[in-house]
């Protein structure tokens, strides 16, 4: 494990999102070490092995096979292990209902998928920037939904 490195989760079960993703990170000038997981079960099964170090942050889709992101975030914020975990939802879906939905069951920030890189490259550099531990103590409708 890198110490002096960010460590990042990506939740999402599409390929070339993962790809996308992982792209912009690797132009961003942060250290990070990133993860990739094709659904939430393969996440939360990582994860929950025994003296697993948990990620900074992890982004999470919302609509994915097997186990989406809804019911992820629900498992997760269920254990107190991950009370503090920072979860971005990362989803192309702008519904009301999933921003409110994901909101009250405790993410953190919520992103809309951009399609364009750059906006992409942009959006993950501001996420990583955030002071997680400041932003989540106060959280509100407002500041959670991340605008691009």
Known sequence: MYLDRLHIALVEDDEDDRMFFKDAID?????????????????????????????????????MPIKNGIEC??????????????????STSSSDQDIEDTFIKGANIYINKPNDFNKLKSVISEVL???WQYHTSNLSRENFLLRV
Request: glycine share 6%; proline share 3%.
């Open 73 to 90: 975030l629900e498992e997760l914020r269920a254990q107190e292990r991950f009370k503090n975990l920072s979860i971005a939802i990362y």
């Open 27 to 63: 132009e961003i000038q942060m250290k990070t070490n990133l993860l990739l997981f094709g659904n939430g079960q393969e996440f939360l099964d990582h994860i929950l092995l025994p003296g697993q170090s948990l990620p900074h942050l992890v982004f999470l889709d919302l609509n």
């Open 129 to 131: 920037k955030i002071n």
